[in-house]
C-alpha cells in the first residue's frame, strides 16, 4: 500500500535559519507529489506540486522542494525561514486515483 | 467568502448518537472530497463525488457511514450510533474534475464523541 514518511514531527527553528523538512514515500509507479501547508486557524492549502519534469519545484512564499527519484523523496527547503512560516506541513503522494496519501505532518514553530 | 465552508465547525455529541456534517463546496467545482484528521496524523480520505456520483469509498468509511451529494452541489456526511473513535476533524476539500490536483479545503467539522 501506498505511504508517506515524514520524519520530523517537530521542528523548532529561529528566524533566518534554513529549512529542510524530510518526505519520503513508497509507490512504485509514476507519482505526483505535493506539499500542503496548513497556518494557525486556516485551511488546509497547497503550497506545490511536482508531476514531471523539472524534479527542482518551486512554489510559493519562497519554498522548493526536490523530487528524488533513487531516495523516494520529495524534502521541502526555504533559505531563510521567517516568523510567518509557523504552520503544519504535509507531504502528499499519489499514483494515479487522484487521491493523495498524506504524512503525518511536521509543525514547524519558527522564533522571532 | 467563496472557499468551502462546513457546518458546523464543531458538534460534541454522546455516544450512540447519530450526526450529520454538511459541506459547501466552491461553486463551480465538481469533484468534493472527504477526509477525516486525527490528532497528530495527516487527512486519511473516506470518499468523493463527482458530481452526485460517489465514485469511491474508503476501507475507512464503515456502514455506519454515509455520505450523499443529492444535487451534485453541497454534500452530507452522516455517522450513525456514533464511537469515541469517531472522534476527529472532517474535512471536505472541492476540486474541478479537470485540476484534479487542485484541491481546496474547508475548515473542516471537529466532531468530539463522548
Not at chain 2, 456526511?77 to 469517531?86: A, V
Given at each position: ?22 518526505c519520503?514515500y513508497?509507490?512504485?509507479?509514476t507519482v505526483n507529489l ?14 506545490l506540486k511536482y508531476f514531471s519534469g523539472d524534479p527542482l519545484v518551486k512554489g510559493?512564499?519562497?519554498?522548493e522542494a526536490e523530487f528524488i527519484k533513487s531516495k523516494f523523496s520529495f524534502n521541502l527547503r ?35 | ?114
Amino acid at each position: 500500500a501506498q505511504s508517506v514518511s515524514q520524519h520530523n514531527h517537530h521542528v523548532i527553528l529561529s528566524e533566518a535559519a534554513s529549512l529542510e523538512l524530510g518526505c519520503n514515500y513508497s509507490y512504485g509507479g509514476t507519482v505526483n507529489l505535493f506539499w500542503y501547508v496548513q497556518y494557525p486557524g486556516q485551511h488546509l492549502q497547497l503550497l506545490l506540486k511536482y508531476f514531471s519534469g523539472d524534479p527542482l519545484v518551486k512554489g510559493i512564499k519562497g519554498f522548493e522542494a526536490e523530487f528524488i527519484k533513487s531516495k523516494f523523496s520529495f524534502n521541502l527547503r526555504k533559505p531563510s525561514v521567517q516568523w510567518s512560516d509557523t504552520a503544519e506541513y504535509f507531504c502528499a503522494a499519489e499514483g494515479g486515483s487522484y487521491i493523495p496519501t498524506f504524512g503525518r505532518g511536521t509543525s514547524l514553530i519558527v522564533h522571532p | 467568502d467563496t472557499g468551502v465552508s462546513q457546518d458546523p465547525r464543531h458538534k460534541i455529541t454522546k455516544r450512540g448518537q447519530n450526526v450529520t456534517f454538511r459541506c459547501d463546496p466552491i461553486s463551480e467545482h465538481n469533484r468534493l472530497y472527504w477526509y477525516r484528521q486525527t490528532l497528530g496524523q495527516g487527512p486519511e480520505f473516506l470518499t468523493y463525488f463527482q458530481n452526485e456520483a460517489q465514485l469511491e469509498k474508503s476501507r475507512l468509511l464503515s456502514d455506519r457511514f454515509s455520505a450523499e451529494r443529492p444535487k451534485g452541489s453541497f454534500s452530507t456526511l452522516e455517522i450513525q450510533r456514533t464511537e469515541q473513535g469517531d472522534s476527529a476533524m472532517y474535512l471536505c476539500a472541492s476540486s474541478l474534475a479537470q485540476l484534479v490536483y487542485e484541491q481546496f479545503f474547508g475548515p473542516g467539522t471537529r466532531l468530539t464523541v463522548l
